[in-house]
């Protein structure tokens, strides 16, 4: 048993790489990648600890992922630290070594730190949160994942978006799910003149009651905007969840809405413009004043 634990010493101790200050043996590798296995396991675990469903229930995913991201980044770093010791490299050393390149760096990386620290805000404070739904310069997304630099959003046309994260904290930023699961939406319609509005209001409630992702509390409501130059202005105000594909849910309504009116003989007018053309004769004043010029002197006929 002695000579097996000797041979194994041995063999561990077998040196790969051996520089002035540096040397790499088999244990090194070992050691890296026992911290390596260790890591992903330790990882693993707390993953299925953090996303179990009660606390799911509790939390929310979106905060779910954000607390995942943060210990996993505090795990990997501390993995890296102990790898780095174990190969006999002094982070301390290496850190105020390196100061004044990081500083050379920092000019030029700027965006990418800037970047960095926003996705550190975006995952502690969770205004963003994985699986909420958002606006940005124009665009409608959920968002996917929140990395440290950049975050993953997918659009209405299943496109993937990768969004500096500088962006969510500089810029304005519309979340449509941060605080409440139904969001108001609208559908404005024109009406011709003489049509009975009563009977219109009720045909637009029956359009979004027909329809499966139309919210039943809170409940929809017509709107009596205007009196339009060629109609009478409403809206359909109704409350919806589906805020991702709320244009599809627009669209079909829409569909219902023509339908019905149809049925009820209820007419949605063209634009109309009245053109009033009024022709005068020139009076013979007026005749005599255009052969003449401003200075009074008459114009010459041409012949």
């Known amino acids: 048993m002695v000579e097996i634990m000797k041979k194994i010493q041995e063999i561990l101790e077998f040196k790969i790489i051996e520089l002035d200050s540096f040397s790499l043996s088999i244990y090194h590798i070992v050691l890296v990648l026992a911290v390596i296995l260790i890591t992903r ?10 996303h179990r469903e009660g606390l799911k229930q509790k939390v929310g ?14 795990i990997i ?20 070594g390196s100061a004044a390149l990081l500083v050379g760096l920092g000019f030029g990386l700027q965006q990418i730190f ?27 997304g959920r968002v996917i994942r929140i ?12 496109i993937m978006m990768l969004i500096p994260n500088s962006k969510f904290t500089s810029e304005k930023v519309i979340n449509w799910t941060h605080t409440r699961k139904y969001t108001r939406f609208k559908i404005s319609i ?19 009651a027909n329809h499966n992702f139309v919210a ?3 409940e929809p409501t017509v709107r009596f905007n205007d009196f339009g130059d060629s109609a009478l202005l409403f809206e359909l105000l109704f409350y919806s969840d589906n805020m991702f594909r709320i244009e599809k849910v627009k669209s079909d309504i829409r569909f219902i809405i023509d339908r019905k009116f149809r049925d009820h003989g209820i007419h949605i007018p063209f634009p109309q413009r009245d053109l009033h053309i009024i022709s005068e004769s020139i009076s013979e004043k007026d005749s005599v004043k255009q052969n003449f010029d401003d200075s009074g002197t008459k114009k010459k006929e041409s012949s």
Not at 61 to 74: N, S, T
Not at 114 to 140: A, H, P, Q
């Open 77 to 96: 770093v501390i993995a890296v630290v102990i790898v780095m010791e174990s190969l006999g490299v002094k982070v301390t050393i290496l850190l105020a």
């Open 41 to 50: 396991f330790l990882l693993w675990g707390i993953k299925k600890m953090i």
């Open 114 to 140: 800037n970047d960095f620290i926003s996705g550190l805000i975006l995952l502690f404070e969770g205004t963003i949160k994985v699986g909420e739904v958002i606006e940005i310069e124009g665009i409608v």
């Open 190 to 208: 024109g009406v011709a003149y003489g049509s009975d509005s009563k009977l219109v209001k009720k045909v637009l409630l029956e359009c979004a």
């Open 216 to 218: 039943s509390k809170p």
């Open 147 to 158: 990395g440290l630099r950049t975050s993953e959003i997918e659009t209405r046309d299943n």
């Open 61 to 74: 995913e979106g905060r779910q992922h954000a607390l995942f991201q943060i210990v996993k980044y505090f």
